[in-house]
């Protein structure tokens, strides 16, 4: 089966699911439960049409939603930090090397 067969196999089951839930829904209710389930099913909806939008080759998919920003790798360094940073921090409970916990 070639990646747009398989692709296609995956949105009639996600869509199959999704009118499942539906149908669940009106049997059990707006409860969290089944709000819970529609949201993971709509998340899947997501997941896959960024899938698909990859695999066309379209790019890495959609700019972030308002609101969100990218994630960014931070490297941090192995040195020690300046322990001049830390003055102060005694006054934050526990870490005060005159008390002891409770």
Avoid: C, F, N
């Avoid at 389930?37 to 890495?60: C, F, I, Q």
Wanted: no cysteine; glycine share 8%; net charge negative.
């Amino acid at each position: 089966m070639s990646l747009h067969d398989e692709l296609t196999a995956i949105q009639r089951s996600l869509d199959a699911l999704v009118r499942s839930v539906e149908r669940l829904e009106d049997q059990v209710g707006a409860g969290l439960d089944i709000r819970r389930v529609r949201s993971d099913t709509d998340h899947l909806r997501e997941s896959l049409t960024l899938l698909k939008e990859s695999a066309a080759g379209d790019g890495p998919g959609p700019a972030p939603a308002a609101g969100r920003t990218a994630l960014a790798m931070v490297s941090i360094p192995d040195a020690p930090y300046d322990s001049t940073l830390w003055a102060g921090a005694e006054d934050e409970g526990l870490g005060a090397h005159d008390r002891r916990a409770p």
